[in-house]
């Protein structure tokens, strides 16, 4: 606003100069009502900015009122596809499992040794120890065929830390965990 004046100012000093001092007023009281009048003008810009950001904020608002359910019954029916999804897919692990037990003879027999490389670490437990839990990671993992062991070590491996291992495997074979965890 500042910048918007000073130019005024000047003039005014350049018409005192050649005016008389009943036209410098004049040229002031112009100088003061332009002034004022782009104040003003400013002003109600602001009070237009204002009341749009306000409107806006409103706007939003509702929208975000309005898509909350929305976003709700989605999250809620992908939870339950996901759910339904899992529990298919552990249903067909285990229904394939089963057939694949049947199919392999003695060699699939569930007292089978299997030996186990976790991150280093070699774990030996029996088919069925690890078995026990039929919708578990390990059952899928010896019934489905899918996953077989080292071709030179016959261990499968699982790249995971080694350390809670064995409580894992007392686990699956009590049925409750002893407590060193």
């Known amino acids: 606003l500042f910048e918007s004046i000073a130019p005024f100012n000047l003039s005014l000093c350049c018409l005192a100069t050649r ?10 009281n112009k100088a003061v009502s332009m002034m004022t009048s782009l104040w003003y003008e400013l002003e109600a810009r602001e009070k237009q900015i204002t009341e ?4 806006l904020s409103q706007i939003e608002s509702a929208h975000e009122a309005k898509l909350k359910p929305e976003e709700e019954k989605l999250n809620a029916k992908f939870e339950q596809k ?3 999804f ?3 897919i552990l249903k067909h692990q285990h229904e394939f499992g ?5 199919n392999k003879g003695d060699g699939g027999s569930s007292g089978s040794l299997i030996r186990l490389n976790v991150g280093g ?18 059952s899928g993992m010896v019934s489905s065929g899918v996953w077989e062991p080292d071709t030179e070590t016959g261990e499968y491996f699982i790249d995971r830390d080694p350390q809670f291992f064995k409580e894992i495997l007392n686990y699956l074979r009590q049925g409750k965990l002893d ?3």
Do not use: I
């Open 19 to 28: 005016m008389n001092l009943s036209d410098v007023g004049e040229a002031v």
């Open 52 to 55: 749009t950001e306000l409107r």
């Open 82 to 84: 996901e759910t339904e």
């Open 86 to 88: 899992n529990n298919t």
């Open 98 to 102: 089963k057939s694949s037990l049947r």
């Open 121 to 138: 670490t070699v774990f030996t437990t029996t088919k069925s120890t690890l078995m026990m839990s039929p919708d578990s990671f390990f």
């Open 179 to 181: 407590g060193n965890l």
